[in-house]
């Protein structure tokens, strides 16, 4: 038999099939991922007590470690709905310090059952709402008087003008002090409290109005008598003037410039490009000291008495307020320079 023939009796493989050469070789199982483990979330529970009685006002129960005060008070807030969170002083102590809305309730010194305590701070005012209040009021005050409107001096004298030069010169650094101060509050300021307790509206309206009334009154009256040195005092006191309101604004700008808007950091305030603003090396609230400068230069300008008293008080007030916040900077920042004073350079 040819082997063409042979070929032909044999069968006939599949084009597809292949020589097998030992056992099939096994495919290699694909590996499951391995499960990651979720971490235990250990939620808190939050009693919250009147600071003054000790009465379990709210609990909140399932309380997230990451949740701040802020949030806490606004849970407590749907509980209470007379007490909105700008109302609300939390704190860890009865008589201890308002938390901040800010602290995280993990990072506090509080176990997972924390204990906070309530007090009322009554009803609220926006920072922004006083402070337009409080100075468009002696800005509007003043000039009542500077026209002599009815009802103030004797009729003789409604709607007339003073003689004299200086007192026309005083109600224009009056009316542009306040004038400034309206548009700061405005554009300028940002404030790290949006709120202030709805009492303390009055309380500055009538130390702001009451003295602007007082110091106008007096400054308008007809029978007012010009400053003892004449002309050259009234310049010189124009010029510190001046100098200390340019001055109080560029700290007010600079203090701007290091708060990002709509937050609460705090930071060291350091002299800037501008010369007005370089009084930072001396002083930790240089805006208080061009205050004061203002109203000295206004006070030698029209040589009033109750001017004289007005800058006194608000002297004292500042250095209050001076000294508190160098007390703040000193205990929040180690590397503050402790070459500055309050408020004076060297001496307070």
């Known amino acids: 038999m040819d082997a063409l023939a042979f070929e032909a009796t044999m ?29 235990a979330v250990v939620f808190f529970e939050v009693e ?8 379990k006002l709210c609990f909140l129960d399932k309380v997230e470690p990451n949740a701040t005060i802020g949030e806490i008070k606004s849970m407590f807030h749907k509980s209470h709905p007379q007490f909105y969170p700008a109302r609300q002083s939390i704190r860890l102590d009865p008589k201890g310090k308002s938390l901040k809305d800010e602290d995280v309730l993990q990072h506090l010194p509080v176990g997972t059952t924390a204990t906070f305590y309530f007090r009322d701070l009554g009803a609220q005012i926006s920072w922004v709402t006083v402070f337009l209040t409080e100075y468009a009021g002696p800005l509007i005050i003043y000039l009542l008087f500077y026209f002599r409107v009815p009802f103030i001096y004797a009729p003789r004298y409604e709607f007339t003008a003073s003689k004299h030069w200086v007192v026309h010169l005083a109600c224009m650094c009056h009316s542009f002090h306040y004038v400034k101060r309206l548009l700061e509050t405005l554009f300028v300021h940002r404030f790290s409290h949006g709120t202030m307790p709805l009492r303390n509206i009055f309380k500055n309206c009538t130390y702001y109005w009451g003295f602007a009334a007082w110091m106008a009154y007096y400054i308008n009256h007809p029978l007012y008598t010009p400053p003892i040195y004449g002309e050259q005092q009234v310049r010189l006191a124009l010029i510190m003037f001046l100098f200390c309101q340019i001055g109080n604004f560029s700290i007010h700008i600079a203090l701007r410039n290091l708060r990002p808007p709509g937050s609460k950091t705090r930071k060291i305030p350091y002299p800037t490009k501008n010369p007005f603003t370089w009084i930072f090396l001396l002083v930790s609230c240089p805006n208080y000291t061009y205050e004061l400068g203002s109203w000295l230069g206004f006070t030698v300008m ?14 004292i007030q500042m250095t209050v307020w001076a000294k508190g916040k160098h007390r703040s900077y000193l205990k929040e920042f180690r590397d503050y320079p402790t070459l500055r004073s309050p408020i004076l350079p060297f001496v307070l």
């Open 48 to 55: 919250i007590l009147d600071a003054k009685t000790k009465d």
């Open 302 to 315: 029209t040589q009033c008495l109750p001017v004289a008293f007005f800058t006194m008080v608000g002297f």
């Open 11 to 39: 069968p006939k493989r599949s084009q597809n099939a292949t020589l097998a050469v030992g056992p099939p070789t096994p495919m290699p199982a694909k590996r499951k991922p391995a499960k990651k483990t979720k971490k």
